[in-house]
């Protein structure tokens, strides 16, 4: 199948940051592209830089990753397979410094909310969000900040030349971020068993009960459904949904016709296979 021969993946972050771990588990040949935005990710596959872009979606503590969901409407480019990573966090910092000398903790939005109980036990540590996790941990690095810490991954403290001073702090154990991988080639349907679709409905009484029920009539699995702000439209919604059947299979298609009988509108984002392998 092409998607284990020789590929280059575009994700957002420096080397060592969770999408490239995420990247690798999904092709442990792939070559690697970092990206300072994911709009850069999306840019990289649409330009033809790479073959897949992948992107985190949601994680088991911090929730949706709500912009990947707007970039997805805005882009043409399908969702093509998932991956399942376990995600533990270190706190990483430079070489020499101790625990009592950090003033300051550094991580991307997700990786501190993700650890909001270890970083409630520190008095007079100042916590600031940044765009990266991995970008953090190097950061600490080239401005030999003695007085920081980083939230990131061990493999960013090997590839940073940093220390860590605690392994583990995610406030749970079971920490599993769900990535999604794009691209301007639909993946192969025969092996698709998972549908993400996006939709709009009228705000009148029953709308979403009857958007929802044409997949319960069917028996269809709704595995996640997100609902986003519609830009210019004042209080007006995006659905999207992930459903647990693929796209070609007959029940899915009578599910989503039903669907546009009453829905302002509705699109297809992709249809891919399922991550199988154990977490």
């Not at 940044?130 to 991954?153: E, F, H, N, P, V």
């Not at 669907?259 to 509108?265: C, P, Q, V």
């Amino acid at each position: 199948m092409a998607f284990f021969l020789l590929m280059r993946i575009a994700y957002q972050g420096e080397p060592g940051a969770y999408s490239e771990a995420a990247a690798l588990r999904f092709n442990p040949n792939a070559e690697t592209l970092p990206c300072q935005s994911f709009e850069q990710v999306f840019d990289a596959v649409q330009n033809g830089k790479t073959m897949f872009g992948i992107l985190p979606i949601e994680n088991s503590i911090g929730g949706s990753i709500h912009r990947n969901y707007d970039l997805l409407l805005e882009h043409e480019l399908p969702v093509v397979a998932e991956v399942l990573l376990q995600v533990s966090h270190n706190l990483l910092a430079f070489p020499g410094t101790k625990m009592e000398d950090v003033k300051k903790v550094y991580s991307h939005p997700q990786g501190l909310a993700q650890c909001e109980g270890f970083l409630s036990s520190l008095k007079g540590v100042e916590i600031v969000a940044t765009y990266d996790t991995a970008g953090s941990a190097k950061m600490i690095r080239d401005q030999q900040l003695k007085d920081a810490a980083a939230i990131a991954s061990a493999r960013a403290a090997e590839v940073f030349g940093l220390e860590s001073l605690a392994a583990g702090i995610q406030d749970y154990k079971e920490n599993i971020t769900r990535f999604i991988l794009i691209s301007k080639t639909s993946s192969d349907p025969e092996k698709a068993d998972k549908t993400m679709i996006v939709f709009t409905l009228p705000n009148t009484p029953g709308a979403l009960f009857k958007a929802l029920s044409v997949f319960a009539l069917r028996d269809i699995d709704l595995t996640k459904l997100e609902s986003r702000p519609v830009r210019g439209r004042a209080f007006e919604y995006l659905f999207y949904a992930d459903i647990a059947v693929p796209r070609q299979d007959l029940q899915c298609t009578r599910a989503l016709v039903h669907l546009a009988e009453f829905a302002k509108s509705m699109r297809t984002l992709g249809s891919y296979s399922s991550w199988k392998e154990k977490i």
